[in-house]
């Protein structure tokens, strides 16, 4: 039981029926939903066609997972340098880059990215110092991640 029910575990192919799901709420004297947790990265957005824009409508909590997309994203693009112009945002490492790209998205409320390295913990907590990216600046992130 909970007072606070929350939809996780949304797929691409069950995004459709996430945002039905979530625009219910309202319609209802207790909301049906009040939290998401969904998948988004810099290499996967299809969030932001639907469920992020809903969510903010409707005042959810938007937590992310995958912000990493499992560690893929380091094996894609660790071995490239990080651009100049990350500094701007105070990003010394890939991790920060890609998660200051995802809690930048002024729809979501946190990220959960995962580690079994203290290491790379410390890495990542990095990315709660300095400004976040604006939207010119997410815009830069893509287009670089896109031409690598
Ligand atoms: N509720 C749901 O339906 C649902 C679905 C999916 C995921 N989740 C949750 O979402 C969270 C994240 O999922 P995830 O672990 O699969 O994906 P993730 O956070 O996108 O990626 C984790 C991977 O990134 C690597 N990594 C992390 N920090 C790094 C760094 N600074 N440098 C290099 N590599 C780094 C990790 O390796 P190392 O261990 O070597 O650092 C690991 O292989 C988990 O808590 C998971 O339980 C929930």
Known sequence: MTRRPGAS?????????AAA???WRGRWPTPR??????TYNITDRS??????PVAAERGLAVVINW??????????????PLPEWAA?????NWAQFFLKFVISHPALTCAIPATSQVSHMKENMGAL?????????????????EGL
Do not use: N, W
């Open 33 to 38: 939903v009040d939290a998401v947790q969904l």
């Open 9 to 17: 575990a949304i797929s691409a192919s069950q995004r459709r029926m």
């Open 129 to 145: 110092y300095g400004a976040l990216p604006d939207t010119a600046m997410r815009a830069r992130m893509v287009r670089y991640t």
């Open 21 to 23: 799901t979530v625009r």
């Open 88 to 92: 701007e945002i105070k990003c010394t």
């Open 47 to 52: 969030a932001e066609q639907r469920l992020l």
């Open 67 to 80: 912000p990493f997309r499992r560690g893929e994203l380091f094996r894609r693009f660790a071995r490239h």
